[in-house]
């Protein structure tokens, strides 16, 4: 069953500090995604990202973030000066399409990198 | 802004019985309905996906989608200890009208079976 892999399972850094979330989707997947869940709340949506480029994202993902594909299997997330409020999981998702009720739209979730900020 | 509810539970059945889990969407035009299934501290695993209004089996669960009430259930029949979880339904909203390619997600309802 192909998956997505996410490093490091769980990180602790202190509050300013940069992190990197690094993820590698399901190879023939187009459309990759990133996701948050505050504990115990919803997940939420960051920023989806195709073609090479940011497709959409949400008003979470401000400038303090970004996101790369920097060669053909790494997708990764970068927080650049981390705050106590970005302590969450972070889910890697793709998908082979973006919509249609085929089911590619579907998105496989990895296993989630915590963060944990101090 | 398109917001997905669910009753947060905790639903408690005893095994072997029929646990019903229930949403509701706020828009119309919505395309994708989708029930994931998240065990403590880990991620979401796909459970059904669910595209025309109607019933949808696999195996011992059951999507039911009704657009026109902007309703949608997932029916777990023989639930069984390893079914406690929290039950997520995400609706990917139509790219017209407002949608996107994102997922929305409800809270979740947090499932019990007790043995």
């Known amino acids: 069953e192909p998956e997505v892999t996410q490093t490091p399972s769980h990180q602790v850094t202190q509050m300013g500090q940069e992190v990197i979330l690094r993820c590698v989707p399901i190879s023939n997947h187009l459309y990759f995604y990133w996701y948050r869940q505050i504990l115990g709340q919803k997940v939420e949506f960051l920023v989806s990202f195709y073609n090479n480029e940011i497709s959409e994202k949400s008003e979470i993902f401000d400038d303090q973030f970004s996101v790369e594909r920097p060669d053909g299997s790494n997708f990764t997330l970068k927080i650049r000066s981390t705050k106590l409020e970005d302590s969450a999981m972070y889910f890697c998702a793709s998908s082979e399409a973006y919509f249609g009720p085929s089911g590619a739209n579907v998105l496989t979730f990895g296993a989630g990198s915590r963060l944990t900020v101090l | 802004q398109k917001e997905v509810e669910q009753n947060s539970g905790p639903l408690s059945v005893p095994e072997g019985a029929i646990a019903s889990l229930n949403c509701t969407y706020s828009d119309r035009v919505s395309q994708s309905f989708f029930w994931y299934r998240q065990y403590s501290g880990k991620s979401p695993e796909l459970i059904m996906s669910?595209?025309?209004?109607g019933d949808k089996e696999d195996g011992r669960f059951t999507a039911q989608l009704n657009k026109a009430s902007q309703y949608v259930s997932l029916l777990i029949r023989d639930s069984q200890p390893s079914d406690s979880a929290t039950y997520l339904c995400?609706?990917?909203?139509?790219?017209?009208?407002?949608?996107?390619?994102?997922?929305?997600f409800g809270k979740g309802t947090k499932l019990t079976v007790n043995p």
């Open positions: 669910i595209y025309s209004n």
């Open positions: 995400a609706v990917k909203f139509a790219p017209f009208q407002g949608g996107s390619e994102k997922l929305v």
